[in-house]
């Protein structure tokens, strides 16, 4: 079964199963704030996975004994790929309707907000992931979180360097919402 990303998103969201739910209460988990919060995240390399849930039942119309096995879904949470501007974050879901791990989402994040964060802005950084990632589960489009800006002075129009985190979300393209997030690094 060929489904893309959105395709597969819909599903776990719609579905009767409740997968959807058991998706967002794990990646809105304690377990998932710490590890998205940690400081070695900005040098984790590509393709290591930085967490994966334990197995959840989805209990269809089969016996729960004779299908346990086959009736289980798991979450990872891993880096798929490092560029010099970006980090892409990628949910991956194991579920019974698909034999591999299928990527439901790709979380574009800035590197230099990945780095530039101090101790005390992790964990709202941590927060906010979470947040975009739930945010991308129920869009149909592509969420990245960005940093930092150059823009005009309203007034001089001299160019400034603002290191402002912001969520921005695209639909085929275009922008479709964007916010301020917080401001980090000095």
Same mark, same amino acid.
């Given at each position: 079964? +060929? *489904?893309?990303?959105?395709? &597969?998103?819909?599903?776990?969201? $719609?579905?009767?199963?409740?997968?959807?739910? =058991?998706?967002? %209460?794990?990646?809105?988990?304690?377990?998932?704030?710490?590890?998205?919060?940690?400081?070695?995240?900005?040098?984790?390399?590509?393709?290591?996975?930085?967490?994966?849930?334990?197995?959840?039942?989805?209990?269809?119309?089969?016996?729960?004994?004779?299908?346990?096995?086959? +009736? *289980?879904?798991?979450?990872? &949470?891993?880096?798929?790929?490092? $560029?010099?501007?970006?980090?892409?974050?990628? =949910?991956?879901? %194991?579920?019974?309707?698909?034999?591999?791990?299928?990527?439901?989402?790709?979380?574009?994040?800035?590197?230099?907000?990945?780095?530039?964060?101090?101790?005390?802005?992790?964990?709202?950084?941590?927060?906010?992931?979470?947040?975009?990632?739930?945010?991308?589960?129920?869009? +149909?489009?592509?969420?990245?979180?960005?940093?930092?800006?150059?823009?005009?002075?309203?007034?001089?129009?001299?160019? =400034?360097?603002?290191?402002?985190?912001?969520?921005?979300?695209?639909?085929?393209?275009?922008?479709?919402?964007?916010?301020?997030?917080?401001?980090?690094?000095?």
């Amino acid at each position: 079964m +060929n *489904m893309t990303d959105v395709e &597969l998103r819909q599903r776990l969201q $719609t579905s009767e199963y409740n997968e959807g739910l =058991l998706l967002i %209460k794990w990646i809105n988990s304690l377990d998932v704030v710490e590890r998205l919060s940690d400081p070695g995240l900005a040098s984790v390399p590509s393709g290591q996975c930085l967490l994966q849930s334990a197995p959840w039942a989805i209990y269809r119309n089969t016996p729960m004994v004779a299908a346990a096995a086959a +009736n *289980m879904m798991t979450a990872s &949470l891993f880096i798929a790929e490092r $560029t010099e501007v970006d980090t892409i974050l990628s =949910l991956a879901v %194991k579920h019974p309707s698909y034999k591999q791990m299928a990527v439901i989402l790709r979380l574009s994040v800035s590197n230099d907000v990945l780095r530039a964060c101090s101790t005390s802005t992790r964990k709202m950084l941590a927060h906010h992931l979470v947040n975009a990632i739930g945010r991308g589960l129920k869009s +149909n489009g592509m969420v990245h979180i960005r940093g930092p800006i150059v823009t005009a002075h309203p007034v001089t129009n001299q160019q =400034l360097y603002r290191r402002d985190c912001w969520l921005e979300e695209t639909v085929q393209g275009k922008v479709r919402h964007q916010e301020v997030l917080f401001t980090y690094g000095y």
